[in-house]
């Protein structure tokens, strides 16, 4: 015979448990030399986000981005891709973690030797074992995602800009990386084009079901397709929140960037004397 309680508990459904992050930074510093450039950086995206990192001119979003993606080693603090701390991985582990992790680079980055089809397939001849076929099939069917069907025999010197950064789209999920990154998508690019990266990025996401990490200036596109936006300033993050968050931030370097408005801080005697000195 059951009692009561017996009966109220069994309707009650258990928690969730708690989902991993797809990337979890805590702690990160860094730096060139004596200049440290990061610090103390933390931040946890979670599957299926597209997480946006904004920033002025030298705010360190790239250099960021480069730790993330294991081009670079942090001073102190640690990077968790996909449940692994790429900062503790020897370059045979940490060659093996990046086969589940694709990056789109700023320029493209095609190899201007190959055509577009030859470097589609380059992610599977590295990283897997298939018939020469199959990858055919595979960087065809990474064309058609992107919208370049028939453009394969082409060189990249053929393409256009934008299509140029389609084909390194197509590169990077060749492999169907459940961790996609981009460096400054719509860098270079009219806005028609730009939005049609932008359209191509949410499509990914929820076709594909990827994170996405995205490295970008432009302030139009970072609040069409982000989850959430960080934004860096001088090497720390100035704050994280949803677009919606930001957009009613109260800190008036958030909103001068969303503004594009000029930075008024008033330049501290001294401290421009000690930067003239060298001893800033």
């Given amino acids: 015979?059951?009692?009561?309680?017996q009966e109220n508990s069994?309707?009650?459904?258990p928690p969730n448990p708690p989902v991993a992050a797809?990337?979890?930074?805590?702690?990160?510093?860094?730096h060139y030399g004596q200049n440290q450039v990061l610090f103390d950086l933390s931040l946890s995206i979670r599957p299926s986000e597209i997480m946006v990192i904004m920033g002025g001119s030298g705010s360190?979003?790239?250099?960021?981005?480069?730790?993330?993606?294991?081009?670079?080693?942090?001073?102190?603090?640690?990077?968790?891709?996909?449940?692994?701390?790429?900062?503790r991985?020897?370059?045979?582990?940490?060659?093996?973690?990046?086969?589940?992790?694709?990056?789109?680079?700023?320029?493209?980055?095609?190899f201007s030797s190959l055509s577009v089809l030859e470097n589609i397939k380059l992610p599977l001849r590295e990283h897997t074992r298939l018939d020469e076929k199959t990858m055919d099939i595979m960087a065809r069917m990474k064309l058609e995602v992107v919208n370049l069907s028939g453009f394969g025999d082409l060189m990249p010197s053929e393409l256009s800009?934008?299509?140029?950064?389609?084909?390194a789209v197509a590169r990077a999920i060749a492999t169907d990386p459940k961790l996609l990154f981009f460096d400054e998508p719509s860098a270079g690019l009219d806005p028609v084009v730009s939005a049609a990266l932008d359209d191509l990025i949410l499509r990914l996401r929820d076709a594909m079901d990827m994170t996405i990490v995205v490295v970008t200036?432009?302030?139009?596109?970072a609040f069409k397709i982000a989850d959430r936006i960080t934004i860096l300033d001088s090497g720390r993050i100035l704050e994280s929140g949803t677009p919606d968050q930001l957009r009613n931030s109260g800190n008036k370097r958030v909103e001068s960037l969303l503004n594009r408005r000029p930075d008024d801080t008033p330049l501290d005697p001294d401290e421009y004397l000690r930067r003239l000195a060298g001893t800033a």
């Fill in 22 to 30: 797809a990337v979890e930074v805590r702690g990160l510093d860094a």
């Fill in 1 to 5: 015979m059951t009692t009561q309680a």
């Fill in 217 to 221: 200036h432009e302030i139009h596109s």
């Fill in 89 to 110: 991985l020897g370059p045979v582990e940490l060659l093996d973690q990046c086969r589940g992790i694709g990056v789109a680079f700023q320029g493209g980055a095609l």
């Fill in 10 to 13: 069994a309707d009650i459904a």
């Fill in 60 to 87: 360190g979003k790239s250099t960021f981005l480069r730790h993330l993606i294991g081009l670079e080693r942090p001073t102190s603090g640690t990077i968790e891709l996909l449940g692994k701390d790429i900062t």
């Fill in 161 to 167: 800009g934008g299509m140029l950064k389609r084909a």
